[in-house]
Nanobody, 120 residues
Framework: VQLVESGGGSVQAGGSLRLSCVAYVNIKIYSCMAWFRQAPGTERERVAS????????DYVDSVKGRFSIFRDNPNNTLYLQMNKLKPEDTGMYYC???????????????WGQGTQVTVS
């Protein structure tokens, strides 16, 4: 399984970025897909998750109303639209796929290599 992220970069506070994650399999085989992030010296945290069959989504409180997770099935791509970015959003962002309860980090078995987001 291969997940490849892109779209990270440096942006000023208040700006926007859109992250992409291309899966080299049909993403419908996973029940869950998500974006995680990790800042230096901190634990990786789940930012947003999506149930692929119901399209139900879930967000960590700190990004609600600013981030949006969605998918493009024909292109097997997962996106994270990030608006009104804050310095505390800085970190390495990882795409993940798995099965089971999508809010549980242990549900995710497959990970991308990450894309860096820096907000100043």
């Amino acid at each position: 399984v291969q997940l490849v992220e892109s779209g990270g970069g440096s942006v000023q506070a208040g700006g926007s970025l859109r992250l992409s994650c291309v899966a080299y399999v049909n993403i419908k085989i996973y029940s869950c897909m998500a974006w995680f992030r990790q800042a230096p010296g901190t634990e990786r945290e789940r930012v947003a998750s999506l149930y692929t069959r119901s399209r139900s989504t879930d967000y960590v409180d700190s990004v609600k109303g600013r981030f949006s997770i969605f998918r493009d099935n024909p292109n097997n791509t997962l996106y994270l639209q990030m608006n009104k970015l804050k310095p505390e959003d800085t970190g390495m962002y990882y795409c993940a796929a798995g099965f089971g309860l999508c809010t549980r980090p242990s549900s995710y078995r497959y990970w991308g290599q990450g894309t860096q987001v820096t907000v100043s």
